[in-house]
Nanobody, 123 residues
Framework: QVRLVESGGGLVQAGGSLRLSCASSGITFSSYAMGWFRQAPGKEREFVAYINWSGRSTYYTDSVKGRFTISRDNAKNTVYLQMNSLKPDDAAVYYC????????????????WGQGTQVTVSS
């Protein structure tokens, strides 16, 4: 059984920081890429960040470049999203996801998803 479990969400003031974690099980984690997505109320789920199997290749949506950092610890089967300089527009439920593919940023290219963790940013 594949499981992805996010944690680390919460309430922060604009300009603050949070670090999200996603713990995985049931997959050969270190062999595959992972992504972070988010979904705000009334909006479509959108891509946020990508990291390849080794952690040496990353990609971000334009709105978070320079503020968010995706990383992974394959020994712990965990992927992280460090979020700095948070803005109210960053408020959403954040999901981690698994993909068998390489260099894919489309929602449809991910096969397994976590339950999400809520990030709230006050102005």
């Amino acid at each position: 059984q594949v499981r992805l479990v996010e944690s680390g969400g919460g309430l922060v003031q604009a300009g603050g920081s949070l670090r999200l974690s996603c713990a995985s099980s049931g997959i050969t984690f270190s062999s595959y890429a992972m992504g972070w997505f988010r979904q705000a109320p009334g909006k479509e789920r959108e891509f946020v960040a990508y990291i390849n199997w080794s952690g040496r290749s990353t990609y971000y949506t334009d709105s978070v470049k320079g503020r968010f950092t995706i990383s992974r610890d394959n020994a712990k089967n965990t992927v992280y999203l460090q979020m700095n300089s948070l803005k109210p527009d960053d408020a959403a439920v954040y999901y981690c996801a698994f993909t068998y593919y390489t260099g894919r940023y489309n929602l449809k290219d991910y096969q397994y998803w976590g339950q999400g963790t809520q990030v709230t940013v006050s102005s």
